[in-house]
């Protein structure tokens, strides 16, 4: 079992519709969560950081789930320029960080 | 320099050749991870380096893959007799010091460089 794994998608959602990934971790001693977002032939960069309590920047909204081991990225009111891969990222304690393969985001008009 | 500077950007090599790709980190950051994404993949972990600890390789592929860091500061990844399969973008990034906890400082958020794409022939 891969220690991240994400649904690698793509999701086709028209602009303004609401969209939820979720990414999925194997090791339960993991305590350090992300989301990363890559657009194409681009480097990644951190959309946010995700906190146990739940938080929420802008449009995103990030949960953690630690009974279920996942984190999810819920993306209100899409825009086009919403369009990228979602990675995200896990870590334990001062280990490294490990990426899953990321999610596809379609946004079109 | 105010960002991870990766070089070269591009390489085409031929297969059996030596590579070695170069990665500045910002400066003050202790940690400097190399990952590898072939084209349409994810990022598959390389290798580690946290301060003054052994490095995590943990995810060298071969013995023909290596990495040295100097101190906490430059670090550069060394590809031997390189095969088509290594052809990819290989990604540098760096941190300050890891924490334990859910990210509440800037602590283990990455910054990444633009990347070495190497095509081997």
């Known amino acids: 079992r891969k220690e991240v794994e994400q649904d690698p998608g793509p999701f086709n959602v028209p602009e303004g519709a609401t969209v939820a990934f979720n990414c999925t971790y194997s090791n339960s001693a993991s305590q350090s969560f992300f989301w990363y977002r890559q657009d194409c032939r681009k480097e990644p960069k951190l959309l946010m950081s995700?906190?146990?309590s739940g938080n929420e920047d802008g449009r995103f909204t990030a949960q953690l789930n630690r009974a279920s081991q996942y984190i999810s990225l819920l993306i209100r009111d899409s825009k086009l320029s919403d369009s990228a891969t979602y990675l995200c990222a896990v870590r334990k304690g001062f280990q490294k960080l490990v990426f899953g393969t990321g999610t596809r985001l379609l946004v079109s008009p | 320099g105010a960002g991870v500077s990766q070089s070269p950007s591009n390489k085409v090599t031929e297969k059996g050749k030596d590579v070695e790709l170069r990665c500045d980190p910002i400066s003050g950051h202790t940690a400097l991870y190399w990952y590898r994404q072939r084209l349409g993949q994810g990022l598959e972990f390389l290798i580690y380096f946290q301060g003054n600890s052994a490095p995590d390789k943990s995810g060298l592929p071969s013995d023909r893959f290596s990495a040295e860091r100097t101190g906490e500061s430059v670090s550069t990844l060394t590809i031997q007799r390189t095969q088509q399969e290594d052809s990819a973008v290989y990604l540098c990034a760096s941190s300050h010091a890891t924490q334990t906890g859910t990210g509440a400082s800037g602590a283990n958020v990455l910054t990444f460089g633009a990347g070495s794409r190497l095509t081997v022939l």
């Open positions: 995700v906190y146990s």
